[in-house]
Structures are given as structure tokens and as C-alpha cells.
């Protein structure tokens, strides 16, 4: 999946924001490439995990199809862990089509990564910062 810096530095601010609290949004596009964030509220305001408004998931992904974009995959900080699901963000993965970023903002870090969750099963897909 190709994504822009200027969408990773989004993402990053977005987490700084919120912090400690996780960030969480959906990212869209076509064709594998992200063209737009959308940043979105975290309704648990929790630090270890994060769930979507079903009336904002909604109001997003009409936005999204009104510009012509699929919604490619969910973003979510990790304030103080690393960019890997954790054992909850893997047992709440309903969708096995979705992509699930992760950004972790431990240590100041900026590390991003994204996954495929599968059955239970965590595997990285290939996420190109351009």
C-alpha cells in the first residue's frame, strides 16, 4: 500500500494530539494508494484500544464515496507500545479485507506498519512511504 508522507505525518500529529489516549481514523484511496486521512474520535477515550462511531464510520465512508475513494484501511496509535496489533487489536479485527496501520509514538518514535488480520493471525503488508 502506497502512502504519502504528508498522510503519515497526519497520522503522527493526529497521535501526538490525542495522546495518551490512541488516535484512530480510516484512510482512503484507490488502487492501493492512500490519497486521504480521515481523522476520527476515539469513542473509548482509552490508551490501549480504540473504537469507532458507527454514525461517524458512516458519515466518513459517504464522504469517501463521494470523492470517488474506497476506504483502504483503519489507522490507530499505539502511544506506548510498538507498531504491532496487539493481542486485543487481534481479536477485535473483523474485517479480513481491511488494512490495519499502526503508528507507535513510543519514545518519540515514528514507527508505522501495517497488517492483515486473518483468523486470529497478524501478517505485515508492505506499506510505502512516498
Do not use: W
Not at 19 to 29: H, K, S
Not at 39 to 60: G, I, K, Y
Not at 93 to 111: F, K, Q, T
Amino acid at each position: 500500500m502506497r502512502v504519502p508522507g504528508k498522510i503519515t505525518e497526519a497520522i503522527f500529529e493526529h497521535g501526538m494530539r490525542e495522546a495518551p489516549l490512541e488516535a484512530c481514523g480510516y484512510l482512503a484511496g484507490n488502487d492501493g494508494g492512500v490519497v486521504r486521512a480521515y481523522p476520527m474520535r476515539n469513542a473509548d477515550q482509552s490508551a490501549d484500544h480504540f473504537t469507532l462511531e458507527p454514525e461517524e464510520q458512516f458519515r466518513v465512508i459517504r464522504e469517501a464515496r463521494a470523492e470517488n475513494l474506497k476506504v483502504l484501511a483503519v489507522y490507530h496509535t499505539h502511544p506506548a507500545s510498538p507498531a504491532r496489533p496487539s493481542a486485543e487489536d487481534i481479536r477485535l479485527a473483523a474485517d479480513p479485507n481491511m488494512v490495519y496501520v499502526i503508528a507507535s509514538l513510543l519514545d518519540g518514535g515514528r514507527d508505522i506498519k501495517g497488517f492483515r488480520i486473518v483468523k486470529g493471525e497478524a501478517g505485515i503488508v508492505d506499506l510505502e512511504v512516498i
